[in-house]
């Protein structure tokens, strides 16, 4: 396919996420396609999409597939500089409770990568992709003519390719035109993200036992606070100049990620009031609501940044199900939508992202016909994304006490 008429497979991908710039950074590597990525945001920085991400040993292993020596190496240097230290859980007065243990194959491996800022490392999946990366392009519908697909996006601009991937997230407008039907389901469940600077928390009085761990601390009301550090091995910037130079990195502040959770029924509040509120309000949200948990856990929540803070309705794809073999693919959210509790889903897109570029690769090279590959590719995607939806509704129905998705036992 790839090499008919002597011509390169096209590929488009719709959303320039964490799995899309993986897979555009794969495909490079393979030097099997010509490979473009269409974001709606208008810079890298665009919308808020989190902190720190959990980097399993299969996410380590998808980024190293698809990214070139360099990027690996850098992406090495900014990952989260602690060990592994295991999840450690609480009620609100800081006394110990039973948590479930996770085995890393990785140890203490100095190379390690198990946790990364998400802005660092969606600036790493740009590097070198400057020529194949298109801000501000929004996309509003495709159409097949022939064996082509061609994408159009809100500035009248459209683009024509061999495939089309559907990497624009959980509310996927490829997906809104391929599988209407297609959704998720809402765990009853609102959050509100935050970080603070690690400087200030342990200030505020963050115990020694707490700061290299994630934290996982749960009321008897079902309120829950999940704390999780991010501290650079090397600052981005420095590690820049060292490894790329020239390339522009961000902030390299070590803060803490903090995830508070309630579930809608004790919040008080309907969804249009939760998510109209300021980040100033939502800070003062959850200080409200902990006014009797430990003072060490409060001090920490006094120092969160508003301006860093914002709220999130957790939802879960279930089940997973394949799209219809053909030129347009799904990678990611826009598939497998699933809770952060299992700090998997990044994970999976990037396990996505590797898998989808061996199948596109093996097309490209006429090993196999696009069908077959397509197929192959999902058929190992709907098995190991179910399986990660399945632990994060687990985890998120240990740590919460109630959640409106049934977990399969």
């Known amino acids: 396919m790839g090499n008919q008429n002597g011509r390169r497979m096209r590929v488009l991908v719709v959303g320039g996420g964490v799995g899309g710039l993986c897979l555009a950074q794969g495909l490079r590597q393979a030097g099997v396609a010509d490979v473009t990525v269409y974001e709606r945001d208008t810079s890298a920085e665009g919308r808020m999409q989190g902190y720190r991400l959990r980097i399993s040993p299969e996410g380590e292993t998808a980024l190293r597939e698809c990214l070139p020596r360099r990027a690996q190496d850098l992406l090495t ?24 243990t996770f085995d890393d194959p990785r140890g203490d491996a100095p190379d390690k990568i198990d946790a990364v800022d998400r802005a660092t490392l969606r600036r790493v999946l740009l590097a070198g992709l400057d020529d194949a990366v298109r801000f501000g392009k929004r996309f509003v519908r495709y159409e097949q003519v022939g064996d082509e697909v061609v994408a159009h996006f809100a500035d009248g601009d459209h683009a024509v390719g061999d495939i089309l991937v559907a990497a624009d997230g959980a509310h996927s407008a490829v997906r809104a035109q391929l599988r209407p039907d297609d959704t998720t389901q809402d765990l009853g469940v609102r959050a509100i993200l935050s970080r603070t600077p690690r400087a200030a928390a342990i200030e505020a009085g963050l115990p020694e036992s707490l700061r290299d761990r994630f934290v996982n601390v749960t009321a008897p009301d079902g309120l829950r606070l999940a704390l999780m550090p991010m501290v650079f091995r090397t600052p981005p910037a420095r590690a820049a100049e060292e490894l790329w130079p020239g390339l522009e990195m961000g902030g390299s502040e070590d803060y803490y990620m903090s995830v508070f959770s309630v579930h809608k029924n004790l919040l008080g509040m ?133 959640i409106d998705v049934g977990v399969r036992a």
């Open 77 to 100: 240097a900014t990952a989260n500089d602690r060990h592994q230290l295991g999840l450690v859980a609480f009620d609100e007065r800081l006394n110990p409770l039973p948590a479930p």
């Open 270 to 402: 309907d969804d249009e009031a939760f998510f109209g509120l300021t980040g100033e309000q939502l800070c003062r949200l959850v200080l409200d609501r902990t006014v009797d948990w430990h003072p060490d856990l409060r001090g920490v929540f006094a120092h969160a940044q508003p301006a860093e803070t914002y709220p999130l309705a957790l939802r879960a794809t279930v089940p997973v199900r394949a799209w219809e073999p053909g030129p347009v693919i799904p990678l990611g959210d826009a598939v497998h939508l699933m809770p952060p509790t299992g700090g998997v889903g990044a994970n999976t897109a990037l396990r996505d992202a590797s898998a989808l570029c061996r199948a596109l690769t093996a097309v490209a090279r006429g090993e196999a016909p696009l069908a077959e590959a397509v197929a192959g590719y999902q058929a190992e995607m709907v098995r190991y994304a179910t399986e990660a939806i399945e632990m994060s509704l687990k985890i998120a129905r240990w740590s919460m006490k109630k």
